[in-house]
């Protein structure tokens, strides 16, 4: 059946149980994460992995709209540092993160997450 291209299509294979189903990446879901406030423009990050190899983490200042890679983890807890605009002023972000298998993302983005870095 599967050699005739005429009666047989890949979907139906799928239907049949002939040929698997693909992952999806709605199925894999997000990574949920909490923070916490640190000094030095640092947070406190606990994060679970889902059987993931990673979870990259990305923030954006409150206003803006880029993105901005910050680092990946394997292990929770963990922290996250930044760069303040201003030297030494205290600023308001957004934090996001999603999972990582071989160093590609997989999965849904994350809620985004308010935070203050301070001094």
């Keep these: 059946m599967k050699g005739n291209k005429a009666v047989y299509a890949s979907p139906d294979g799928k239907l049949l149980g002939i040929e698997g189903v693909e992952s999806s990446d709605a199925l894999v879901g997000s990574p949920d994460f909490e923070l916490s406030g640190k000094a030095n423009f640092a947070l ?36 996250l540092h930044f760069q303040p605009k201003v030297a030494g002023v205290a600023e308001q972000i957004e934090i996001r993160a999603i ?12 809620d985004i997450k308010p935070a203050m870095t301070a001094p």
């Design 44 to 79: 406190g990050v606990k994060f679970g992995k889902d059987d993931h190899s990673s979870v990259r983490f990305e923030y954006r200042r409150k206003g803006e709209d880029i993105w901005t890679f910050l680092t990946n983890l394997t292990t929770s807890p963990g922290e």
């Design 99 to 110: 999972f990582l298998d071989k160093d590609q993302p997989v999965g849904e983005y994350s």
